[in-house]
Nanobody, 124 residues
Framework: VQLQASGGGLVQAGGSLRVSCTASGGTFNSYTIGWFRQAPGKEREFVATIRRSGHTYYADSVKGRFTISRDNAKNTAYLQMTNLKPEDTAVHYC???????????????????WGQGTLVTVSS
């Protein structure tokens, strides 16, 4: 499966942004889709994930502010980000896994397929 992330941009603190992840070449509804991000000088970190069932999981740092969703008919997953903070500035990546298990669903190693990333910049 190939993944294409889009929708990043520059937003002021407190603002909102939605990034998208569109898949091709695979059976989208069979994948767990995750969002990760990497800030300058920092390691890649888990943001959120949505399983085939629709169950969602979030990093504590974004819980209550971000919402992950998916539209299987459009082969697209979304990450709606609200109340953005400067510390949310990062390249945001989407990733897919056909076999992610709950105990390791927050680990980037569980996702073999990755998109190219989209930059989200939050100004203070």
């Amino acid at each position: 499966v190939q993944l294409q992330a889009s929708g990043g941009g520059l937003v002021q603190a407190g603002g909102s942004l939605r990034v998208s992840c569109t898949a091709s070449g695979g059976t989208f509804n069979s994948y767990t889709i995750g969002w990760f991000r990497q800030a300058p000088g920092k390691e890649r970190e888990f943001v959120a994930t949505i399983r085939r069932s629709g169950h969602t999981y979030y990093a504590d740092s974004v819980k209550g502010r971000f919402t992950i969703s998916r539209d299987n008919a459009k082969n697209t997953a979304y990450l709606q980000m609200t109340n953005l903070k400067p510390e949310d500035t990062a390249v945001h990546y989407c990733a897919a896994s056909s076999g992610a298990i709950l105990s390791t669903i927050r680990l980037s190693e569980s996702y073999p397929y990755w998109g190219q990333g989209t930059l989200v910049t939050v100004s203070s």
